[in-house]
């Protein structure tokens, strides 16, 4: 089966828990020309905010799936695409790699796996909500990232590979490290990205660049800036993949 997301470059994440820039819409967002909207966060996160804006974006014609960051935020609508499940793969805690999606199965009997796959996370910015939830060893290097990426692929099956900076904008040679690493698995970036130049350096390297902050904080404009970047990458790349 063709993933859904083997064609995405570039993949805008919205945060329940944050506002839009004033007088822009969701279908401002759906607009800029990203291929796929993530609705998920970690902190602040209810079921309630996550219905609003699954409902908000579903009424648009790009794909919409939810990263749920707990068990409690899942919500399951007509129109929602699928969901993306993180898995932390340099977790401190294990409830971030199995423990949470245990309680899922448990507690959630409308669970369509057809629509659902997972994210093997490597998360590496410490100061991110998402490194302290998690207590992620983000000390580590760029033989480790490509070992955790071949491990993800090679022994887990996973077949996204994600590499998160949330907040800060990442090393690129780290990027390329599990690029590198991940022979059919598409390797995702996120963290920083905030105009042409940033998504592009990122594109070079990994299959889809996410921006997640920016929409939220600067608006579709800068948001728009970032898919050109990506697709320009993407469209430059020896593999054309
Ligand atoms: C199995 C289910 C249903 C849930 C568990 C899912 C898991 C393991 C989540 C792990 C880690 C996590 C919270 C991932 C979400 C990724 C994300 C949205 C990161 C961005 O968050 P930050 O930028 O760190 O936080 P805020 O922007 O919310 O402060
Ligand atoms: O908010 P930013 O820093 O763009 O990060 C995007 C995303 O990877 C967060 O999960
Ligand atoms: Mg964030």
Redesign the pocket.
Known sequence: MTAPWAEWDHIV?I?P??TLVEGETFQDVCATGTDALEI??????TEEKMARVVEATTAYDIPVYI?????G??VHREGLDGYL????LN?GDV???TG??K??ARLDDDIDWGSTFTEA?I?LNPD????R??EADCDIDADEVAAYAEIAERMFGQRIVYI?Y??IFGDTEIVRAAADAAEEARVFY?GGIGDYDAAYEMGRHADTVIV??LVHDEGVDAVRETVEGAKDAKSERADGV
């Open positions: 994440k945060d828990d944050k998920g966060g970690t902190t602040g996160m990263e749920p960051s707990n068990v935020a899942v499940v993180p898995v932390v977790a409830f971030w790699m949470a999606h309680e899922w996370y998360v991110s909500s998402v490194a939830y998690t998160e949330s907040g996120g997640g902050d």
